[in-house]
């Protein structure tokens, strides 16, 4: 791990390291989360460092993010192997992600996590849920579909 730190030191400019660091997401995470998005339309991406399609696809996330301010967009760093808070920045930042709300489960119980936040989701990475302003929420396994997501509208 220390090896991924010092490589993305090197590859990103000091600004994307400076990015804020995301919270650690535990046990009643998932609550505090949905309470404080409560009348918002809200995306949640799951992803990980360690998820080659992830990485690939946080480019669009960072440009669907710049384009729809209306919608709260929140990533989530679900990698079940401990990731430095820093490094999580850092990649989130150089994708254009450095200012949106982000978290990172701090909990090495990942299925605790997973089931509270979705019983039928096992953990697969990329995740993402589109939460209604309702509270109701519609789950995408696997890749977003970035043309679908920009007429989504929460409501």
């Given at each position: ?7 993305l030191a090197w590859l990103l400019p000091a600004s994307a390291m400076a990015a804020t660091l995301p919270q650690p997401f535990e ?129």
């Open positions: 791990m220390r090896t991924v730190a010092l490589l046990r009643g995470s998932w609550s505090t989360l949905l309470d404080a998005h409560k009348g918002h339309a809200t995306i949640v991406h799951f992803w990980g460092i360690t998820c080659g399609p992830c990485l690939a696809e946080l480019p669009d996330w960072g440009k669907f993010a710049a384009q729809r301010h209306d919608i709260d967009l929140v990533m989530i760093d679900a990698d079940p192997a401990a990731v430095a808070p820093a490094d999580i920045a850092a990649v989130l930042a150089k994708a254009g992600l450095g200012t949106v709300e982000k978290w990172r489960f701090a909990d090495s119980f990942t299925e605790r996590l997973e089931f509270e936040i979705d019983p039928e989701w096992h953990g697969e990475l990329p995740y993402t849920l589109l939460v209604k302003g309702d509270g109701t929420a519609t789950p995408i396994l696997g890749a977003a579909d970035f043309a679908a997501l920009r007429q989504w509208n929460g409501k």
